[in-house]
Antibody, heavy 119, light 110 residues
Framework: QLQLQESGPGLVKPSETLSLTCTVS??????????WGWIRQPPGKGLEWIGT???????YHNPSLKSRVTISVDTYTNQFSLGLSSVTAADTAVYYC???????????WGQGTLVTVSS | QSALTQPASVSGSPGQSITISCTGT?????????VSWYQQYPGKAPKVLIY???KRPSGTSNRFSGSKSGNTASLTISGLQAEDEADYYC??????????FGGGTKLTVL
C-alpha cells in the first residue's frame, strides 16, 4: 500500500524559507506513470495547489507562487521536497504531499503537516 | 489562475440527492475533461471521489457521480447518508500541467 509522509519544521519565522520533505513508501517515485505534488490548506480555508514534479526533475508551479517555490526530487531516497521562500503569516497552512496520476488528479495523500509562520 | 467557484454550503436530508456545482472558465473546466472531486473530513486529508469528470476510483461508492457541461462540473450524491457530511472540493486541470481547486463546499446532512 502506497504511503506518503510529510516532514519538516512546524514553525518558520517570517521572511525565512519553509522546507518540507515527502517520503514515499510502498512504491517507487521513479514510476513513469505518476507525478508528485504539493498542496496546502490555510486553517479554515480551501485547498491550493502549489506544484508538481516528475521523477526526471521537471516541475510545474502555481503561477501565484512560482517565484517563491522550489520543488525537487531525490530518486535515491524516494523523496521529494518543497521549498517556499520569503514566507509570511499568509503561508501558514497544512501542507500535503500527494501522488498525481497523469498530472491531473491526486489519488494518494499524506496526512498533512501544519506549518506556522510566526516570529 | 483563479479558484473554481463552488457554493459555500449545501444541505439535504438522508435518502435525498444533492448536487454540488463547480464553475470554471474556458481555460480550465471548459477545455479539459479532467475534473476531479475530493471529500474531506475535519482534520483529515482529502480523499478522491471522482476523476476525469465521471470516473470512480476503486472504493468510491456508486452513490457519487460526476458530470460536466460547458464550464461547469457537478458532483451528485444520491441516497444521502449521515457519513456524507463533509467538505467537498473540485479540481480541474488548467493546462501546462497545472491544477486549480474550487473554494470548497460544506455539505450538511439534516
Amino acid at each position: 500500500q502506497l504511503q506518503l509522509q510529510e516532514s519538516g519544521p512546524g514553525l518558520v519565522k517570517p521572511s525565512e524559507t519553509l522546507s518540507l520533505t515527502c517520503t514515499v513508501s510502498g512504491g517507487s517515485i521513479t514510476s513513469t506513470t505518476y507525478y508528485w505534488g504539493w498542496i496546502r490548506q490555510p486553517p479554515g480555508k480551501g485547498l491550493e495547489w502549489i506544484g508538481t514534479i516528475y521523477y526526471s526533475g521537471r516541475t510545474y508551479h502555481n503561477p501565484s507562487l512560482k517565484s517563491r517555490v522550489t520543488i525537487s526530487v531525490d530518486t535515491y531516497t524516494n523523496q521529494f521536497s518543497l521549498g517556499l521562500s520569503s514566507v509570511t503569516a499568509a503561508d501558514t497552512a497544512v501542507y500535503y504531499c500527494a501522488r498525481v496520476p497523469g498530472s491531473d488528479w491526486l489519488d494518494y495523500w499524506g496526512q498533512g503537516t501544519l506549518v506556522t509562520v510566526s516570529s | 489562475q483563479s479558484a473554481l467557484t463552488q457554493p459555500a454550503s449545501v444541505s439535504g436530508s438522508p435518502g435525498q440527492s444533492i448536487t454540488i456545482s463547480c464553475t470554471g472558465t474556458s481555460s480550465d473546466v471548459g477545455s479539459y475533461n479532467l475534473v476531479s472531486w475530493y471529500q474531506q473530513y475535519p482534520g483529515k486529508a482529502p480523499k478522491v471521489l471522482i476523476y476525469e469528470v465521471a470516473k470512480r476510483p476503486s472504493g468510491t461508492s456508486n452513490r457519487f457521480s460526476g458530470s460536466k457541461s460547458g464550464n461547469t462540473a457537478s458532483l451528485t450524491i444520491s441516497g444521502l447518508q449521515a457519513e456524507d457530511e463533509a467538505d467537498y472540493y473540485c479540481c480541474s486541470y488548467a493546462g501546462s500541467s497545472t491544477l486549480v481547486f474550487g473554494g470548497g463546499t460544506k455539505l450538511t446532512v439534516l
